[in-house]
């Protein structure tokens, strides 16, 4: 019997507030309805609206970027009830296609302000900041970001089943006590449960409430059943292991990514966008125990760019801030310094450093932990791979800066 | 005129200690002298012992590994010359290739002591181990962690520039003071001058003296020169960009490594080994400020072995710690438990957790940072190649526990 | 200005004969009308059905394959003129996606009957049968090849602009000339124009009379245009350099491929599709004299599958033939005998001979020139991807007969 | 017990002429007395002389490759006697390794006059000519044809196991035919046996006379052994499977290659070199029966270098030649016109024919066959890579004509 045209187990409609989709919600927590039933061993395709529901735009302003509502995010199309699912068993999610949508051929990346969001590297960058990407099929440009144009390893940004009650009081807890713990300092360690602006698909009453006091944030991954993990390479093709921990899985899909650097730095920083993705769900029963997992494990597919290995500039950051203090085997302190770098590299072209910060942020980098051991030093590398650029970027290249424009900045 | 062989600008002789020979040296300062000059545009071979001085024998205990002095570390080859080279300039030090030595077809892997050294999973593996590893051309195994083989990414962990007076200054003072900060815990944080078992070629008096006393360790990277950065891909064909801090650059070399892994978490944790690097030489004048480098950059060769994007098992790992700890950010602790879940995951083949340590710390496994902004969550990943085990490792595949003998251990 | 969704230069209705679209042509002529005008510069989608127009089934018979309709074959969409291109320009093809339609996910390869099309080893292999593949999303499988799935790398098999009359005269003069010195063979060794079932969109009357007439025959490529290349890493990022002989380039593309090995063995040998190209044209003045281009040149996409060089058998075939008579440096004798002897191998597995020809025809194989100078035997080599095989086909694995059911045959 | 230095099969001696060498012989014949014994599972270094027995030097003129005496070719290391194989079984070849001599860092490449050998486009270029290439650990530049520099792919371009009596005289047979058949063709087919400077290592006499009487030459791969296969990718890493047909197999290897093109088109056209290759041998006992094999297959290593796949552009030739001449699929003439294509492409920058004659020979282009049943034309591609030029070779460039001096002609 041939096969036909595949099922939508769910659409979304860009027009419509994000808020007003019944077939979304935007916290972790076991009691949100499902929003349909999938076959063990079906393939569908899921649409999902960006992880802001929509909040930035595409012109030449930052202000919506400075302006976003962090307690709506993330987005999130779902969940689905897988059939024959249960706690123990492996959900595997086959990834066959992630695609922009096709009226929509564009997606953003932005600096949170420092006030609101933030980001890596909001100490030396506050300023809200954005850029718009046009797609082109595999490739994607900038108006923001002259000169460079690379191919999309295209990617959900978030997927897991949803925790149990006990796994969500764990993470309640833990995350609880680091809010304690830190209550000093001026900083926002991490997020509790937030009413405001929960979504819950059309539930209304007892249940949305609970939500709003219980639910996990979907801001952080959490090592239980993934979530927000960014990973770059997770893209068409791939194959990821979850865990289950309730009746029917509850899987849930969103934020999705035409492309992504290793670290995400900007916060904001894949190029975000609407798309739908196609998947193919099977159960592996008992998986979790014949596995040893205690945390999602994936296959990536076969078809991410490919540069040569000897077509990247490799840049060396270790565990020593910018102001010359020494740190104990500090791995996202050598990883910021990385970054920074990069940055003083790029600016030669004549690239303003908020261009350079955003392109780190959405860039196909590679970000590698090179030593991790060497007392006091931790040693992280990030390959930028040059033939993402139109111009020649080796060093030994005549350098000459450029009219490279500008991002867009708020008003 | 035809091209001969190329000049040794340094020999080894394995079969005499390495503290008696007078082209190594084993701290960083301005005033070890130098063993050599090398031509601007030149092209030399340099031999180099293995890292600890060949402390480590070929057999079946880790009895050598638990009793290493490591004061006596990192013998590096040199500190050469490089005529014309003066601060500010670059030197491009173009590794055209790197091997083993031809009656040394063998390296090693070791876990240290916690007593004596440790490594990044110290807590959980206190005990010393080895792995001795064979080389059959680009190839290894190891009789300690059967049904493994693959390829080397042969590289220097180790090279560098002398620092300046004023740059060792700047590292003897800021790692001081973190010693000081950290003199409350019960661990090794950083390691100050060491004047037991300095070593200064054939020096002798006031110069050793002052080198024991001042000489910076060799066992950190460190962002003015680099050092033992342990970066995995900087292999054959690889060009490396080092700032140059004193007259004639004062270049050395060491702690070359058949193969490692990301991180190479188990401080011994490359496939050590004693070996011959070809490097031609040549001075970019005032590269430093040219290419804006606070550190130093590389283009890796074009010969990494290459298994295919989908070839590999990724594992995730979050900034959650093994007792349920929530930490901010903190890319170590989650780079530490993404080792945990590849251990956990390969044991069920039959293999002992230290040999899976051993091995994580050597093969070409690919460390990751994935998420870094997803308060309070870094996201790290690590890629495991499924092509260097020559039984199926795919979760789908029959797991069945396999024979697979042991590492070493100390008696 | 956001950019908004693509326009269409072309759609096509599968469930309407080919021969009744307007916008589909199946022959060469400078004279078939523009059936729509795109700017330079433009990017556009534009849609096709497979080159047979429909002709092929999915079923689990190779009846249509039999008796499939040669005079009709290959069905283009267009031509389109290019505004701005000239005779002497180059038109610049930029391939920035090609994907099947939504609601055809499948798509077929065929091996012709030796009476009717024939193919590579049509001596061997006379009869008529067929492979329905289904695409899971970058993927593909087939129930008539159980064993095998691998990622497609997409491509159209035929693009090109118009000839002018004077390179079509050269076309239909040397291959009318081959056609009289081979007179006397009982083979097919050229398509002359053949006006039965002369399609011209909805053009009827002279112009279609003379296109009959005159027109060259879609099936081989050609050197000044291009045409039926048949080439499988002219994929999804590539760009295409076109000579332009008429006034508005008269661009044509169809033949879609989900996937194709080195040869397109089976004659019907890809995986064939209906299916939509989006492609970005833009105009180079004076490409042909700046080039020194006599035939077109590419420049292929970064997302091609990667397997890992040493993820490949590789088989060696000479110019001797199967009956042991040797040939003169024939290296179209010596890619039939490497064909045969992976044949052989694979036929250790299960699979039926028909099956394996199929399947060389369109997976992923690498078909090189190895030595074509060591008189009398050129050596050509096929690189088998093993990983395409849900089980180890590696020569030391084990063997063991599967149940790998057939391919579908004429009744 | 620890692994030492690996034993030397074979050495030589460059400083003596290849002809008083006893552990080498330049013809294929059961009756060559073997130079050693090897065990089933030894790993062995055996070195080689080029394949002219030096009769290329390192200079200038092209004198030597004019004047070469092709009577004395190929020089090949062996034959080696492997324990306990036998006839039906499969000689399993591991290359672990092939390296230059230390003191001999040079290649050369050839194009050998029209008259005395010549090669692919010898009517088109008759002349002599000859590049000598430096090796600079694993890449290569010369100075006959600047600008450009790569990695070798270093491969043997022989290896094969002794024929038996029977497959000899299959060989002289069907070769015998050729001749004859084409004996009115003013064009050299195939080579007979030739007694002149037949060399089999220290034998005289009966033996040798016999050899020079029915020896197979060295020129041709032959299906049954492979032999001068000239493949590219058979390098370090590679597996190769090899049919035995003598007690003891016989095995003999030389005409090593640091790098060399698809098709190594100009005949003397890799870099040649003497080196070093290590094996480990294995017999696979009944090999042949179990694989089904007709001609040996092979599996690379994983170190091939890698551009990218976008990283090449691709040349298109058909099989209608330089004349305007139809051919009826002839792979052969569609793939010197894919050559013609590549040379009028390079000319732009200033590059003599020769020398790109000489580069195409030998650096990492990868010829494939794309379409050979579009009667009357195949279709095949060049790719070439772009990153062996130092400058910018892709068609938007700028190109601007360069000094690029001359490769060595003869006076």
Redesign the interface.
């Known amino acids: 019997m041939?096969?036909?045209?595949?099922r939508y187990a769910a659409k979304v409609d860009l027009d419509k507030p994000a808020w007003e989709h019944e077939n979304l919600h935007n916290r972790w927590h076991p009691d949100v309805p499902a929003v349909g039933t999938i076959k063990n061993g079906e393939?569908v395709k899921i649409e999902c609206v960006d992880w802001t529901g929509g909040q930035i735009k595409?012109?030449d302003s930052a202000n919506d970027v400075r302006d976003v509502d962090l307690t709506r995010i993330h987005y999130l199309t779902g969940p689905f009830e897988i059939e024959t699912a249960e706690p123990g068993d492996?959900l595997v999610v086959?990834?066959?296609?992630v695609q922009p949508l096709?009226?929509?051929?564009?997606g953003f990346t932005g600096i949170f302000s420092r006030e609101n969001g933030g980001?890596?590297l909001d100490d030396t960058y506050p300023k809200p900041a954005k850029a718009?990407w046009?797609f082109?099929?595999?490739?994607c440009s900038s108006r923001h970001i002259p000169g460079v144009r690379f191919?999309g390893l295209i990617h959900p940004g978030i997927l897991g089943c949803a925790p149990s009650a006990e796994v969500l009081k764990?993470w309640n807890d833990?995350?609880g006590?680091?809010i304690t713990e830190?209550s000093h300092m001026d900083?926002?360690?991490?997020?509790p449960p937030e009413p405001k602006s929960v979504h819950v698909g059309s539930t209304e009453g007892d249940i949305k409430e609970k939500v709003g006091r219980e639910g996990a944030r979907t801001?952080?991954?959490?090592?239980e059943h993934?979530g927000?993990?960014?990973?770059?390479?997770l893209s068409?093709?791939s194959k990821v292991?979850l865990p289950v921990h309730v009746k029917g899985a509850k899987f849930s899909v969103g934020d999705l990514h035409f492309s992504q650097g290793?670290?995400?730095?900007?916060?904001c920083?894949a190029i975000e966008m609407a798309g739908v993705i196609?998947i193919?769900f099977s159960v592996?029963k008992g998986?979790v125990a014949?596995?040893?997992?205690?945390?999602?494990?994936?296959?990536?597919?076969?078809?991410?760019?490919?540069?040569?290995?000897?077509?990247?500039?490799?840049?060396?950051?270790?565990s020593?801030d910018e102001h010359?203090?020494?740190?104990?085997?500090?791995?996202?302190v050598a990883?910021r310094?990385t970054c920074?770098?990069v940055i003083?590299?790029l600016?030669?072209y004549g690239y303003d450093d908020y261009q350079i910060y955003l392109l780190l942020s959405c860039a196909p980098i590679?970000?590698?932990?090179?030593?991790?051991?060497?007392?006091?030093?931790?040693?992280?590398?990030i390959?930028l791979p040059m033939?993402i650029f139109d111009f020649?970027i080796?060093?030994e290249a005549p350098?000459g800066k450029r009219e490279l424009g500008s991002c867009a900045f708020a008003s």
Request: with cysteine; proline share 8%.
């Open positions: 041939p096969k036909s045209a595949l393939t595409n012109d492996v086959d990834i066959q296609d096709d009226d929509h051929p564009w980001g890596f718009i046009d082109e099929g595999i490739n191919a764990t833990r995350e006590q680091l830190c900083k926002v360690v991490a997020l801001v952080p991954g959490r090592p993934g927000n993990c960014d990973i770059k390479n068409r093709g292991y290793d670290g995400e730095i900007s916060f920083g196609t193919k592996m998986g014949h596995l040893g997992m205690k945390s999602p494990i994936y296959i990536p597919g076969p078809v991410e760019p490919q540069f040569g290995p000897g077509r990247y500039i490799y840049f060396e950051g270790f020593v010359g203090k020494q740190y104990y085997l500090d791995t996202t990883y310094q920074f770098r003083e590299y600016k030669r590679q970000g590698h932990v090179a030593g991790i051991v060497d007392v006091p030093n931790s040693c992280t590398t390959g033939d020649d080796r060093p350098t």
